[in-house]
């Protein structure tokens, strides 16, 4: 069978589109699944409508670049790019992506178009257009939790999203952030029925991690105590937030090793950081690192006496659960009450005062970094509770191949642009 996917080029899967890559920097619940789906021979194609986010700079080189994805998948994978630079571009394109849409559903023989995110609001439109079922998968809502109390606002502030949450579909799958997208979904589909089965699923961690971890070519201090700080290098994610913790503790004369890792996908930001440490004379014994794969970075975050998440929204993010599977003792800030789902006992819960009180943090850090045997009854125990309760993302990439799976096999309605099949 073939099918439709419909995304916008997470950054995490930048090299995996343009670089040959077979692997990830981020979005482990896109890639695996799209993995399953590559090797599956039940599969014949993947068509893709990528949206993908570029200045006008970049545009050329990346158009030329795109599609390079692994030799193994060339023949699977059949990709059209959108390129935009703001969401009104999104907006401006929408109508010639779903024209697209329609060509590919009604001449390559769709089985199944598979939205992602916001752009997947275009995979409920063509299956009211064609009648060719769709699944939609939203990989968190917390940006949207605003207007929970103002649903009819958000049609106009955030269409896409809006049509994404509320269009018919077979299923909507969205990732639980700790953020109330199962709440959000209530209220814009109150007395409807137009979405058939709903799933708000915590993300998975890798059990097998351990195997799997690889130590980076950057010399990395093993032998001291570090702490790490692992994310999207953006405003949200709270990077800042460590920075200005780092300096309280100086000022009471703690230096800590600290290794900040992730991509870039705020550049000001990014420069921000690197001055307020060089400001501070903190470059001696903190680094951010860029680029890292998965592996490397697993293989820091593994050997952290401390790791933190101080995400300005929801905390409960794939770092904060590998953190867990692997006993990294975790400080993190309950931002929104997104963690309320943890048991109290696996991390270091923060209230979300201390977004405005960093010496709140650092007393946290101080505390901990001084108490080994805290650290270890922490660590004990998060393995244990990440054991026990998390699927694996086999598990998850599998279900989710069911899911899709048992859909494309349903009969497809005719309809305006197309017939049963």
């Known amino acids: 069978?073939?099918?439709?996917?419909?995304?916008?080029?997470?950054?995490?899967?930048?090299?995996?589109?343009?670089k040959k890559e077979n692997r990830a920097?981020?979005?482990?619940?896109?890639?695996?699944?799209?993995?399953?789906?590559?090797s599956d021979d039940a599969i014949e194609k993947i068509y893709i409508i990528l949206f993908v986010?570029?200045?006008?700079?970049?545009?050329?080189?990346?158009?030329?670049?795109?599609?390079?994805?692994?030799?193994?998948?060339?023949?699977?994978?059949?990709?059209?790019?959108?390129?935009?630079?703001?969401?009104r571009e999104i907006i401006l394109k929408f109508p010639l992506a779903l024209l697209l849409a329609l060509w590919i559903v009604t001449t390559k023989k769709i089985k199944l178009v598979y939205g992602h995110g916001t752009v997947g609001a275009l995979a409920g439109l063509v299956s009211i257009l064609t009648g060719v079922k769709n699944i939609r998968r939203v990989y968190g809502v917390s940006y949207l939790m605003k207007y929970i109390d103002k649903p009819k606002k958000m049609k106009f502030k955030e269409p896409l999203d809006y049509l994404t949450l509320t269009l018919p579909a077979e299923m909507l799958i969205i990732t639980n952030d700790g953020s109330k997208g199962d709440a959000l979904f209530s209220v814009l589909n109150k007395n409807k029925n137009k979405i058939k089965e709903f799933h708000f699923l915590i993300n998975p961690v890798d059990k097998n991690i351990q195997k799997k971890i690889k130590k980076p070519a950057?010399?990395?201090?093993?032998?001291?105590?570090?702490?790490?700080?692992?994310?999207?290098?953006?405003?949200?994610?709270?990077?800042?937030?460590?920075?200005e913790t780092l300096i309280i503790l100086k000022e009471r004369g703690i230096k800590i090793k600290t290794y900040i890792?992730?991509?870039i996908s705020d550049e000001p930001f990014?420069?921000?950081?690197?001055?307020?440490?060089?400001?501070?004379?903190?470059?001696?014994?903190?680094?951010?690192?860029?680029?890292?794969?998965?592996e490397e970075t697993m293989y820091i975050l593994a050997r952290s006496t401390i790791t933190c998440v101080f995400y300005k929204t929801p905390n409960l993010s794939n770092v904060f659960l590998e953190a867990l599977s692997l006993g990294v003792p975790i400080i993190a800030i309950n931002t929104y009450?997104?963690?309320?789902?943890?048991?109290?006992?696996?991390?270091?819960?923060?209230?979300e005062t201390a977004h405005q009180e960093p010496k709140i943090i650092a007393d946290a850090l101080?505390?901990?970094?001084s108490n080994e045997q805290k650290r270890r009854t922490i660590s004990i125990k998060a393995k244990i509770f990440a054991m026990q309760t998390l699927q694996t993302w086999q598990e998850r990439a599998k279900l989710e191949k069911q899911w899709i799976h048992k859909t494309a096999n349903q009969m497809t309605k005719g309809k305006l642009f197309g017939k049963s099949r």
Request: aromatic residues 12%; glycine residues 4%.
């Open 366 to 369: 101080q505390e901990l970094l």
């Open 1 to 18: 069978m073939n099918i439709l996917l419909i995304t916008k080029l997470w950054t995490g899967l930048v090299p995996f589109f343009t």
């Open 261 to 263: 890792i992730g991509q």
């Open 25 to 38: 920097y981020g979005m482990p619940a896109f890639f695996n699944t799209l993995n399953i789906l590559l």
């Open 53 to 87: 986010k570029s200045s006008k700079k970049q545009r050329k080189t990346l158009k030329k670049q795109i599609p390079n994805v692994p030799t193994c998948y060339e023949h699977k994978l059949k990709i059209y790019q959108f390129h935009y630079n703001r969401y």
């Open 337 to 351: 009450n997104s963690l309320h789902i943890i048991p109290d006992d696996v991390f270091y819960k923060l209230p």
């Open 218 to 243: 950057i010399n990395i201090d093993e032998n001291s105590q570090y702490i790490s700080y692992i994310s999207r290098i953006e405003k949200d994610k709270g990077q800042d937030k460590l920075i």
């Open 270 to 294: 990014y420069n921000e950081l690197i001055n307020k440490i060089n400001q501070h004379s903190l470059n001696e014994y903190v680094h951010i690192i860029t680029g890292l794969p998965w």
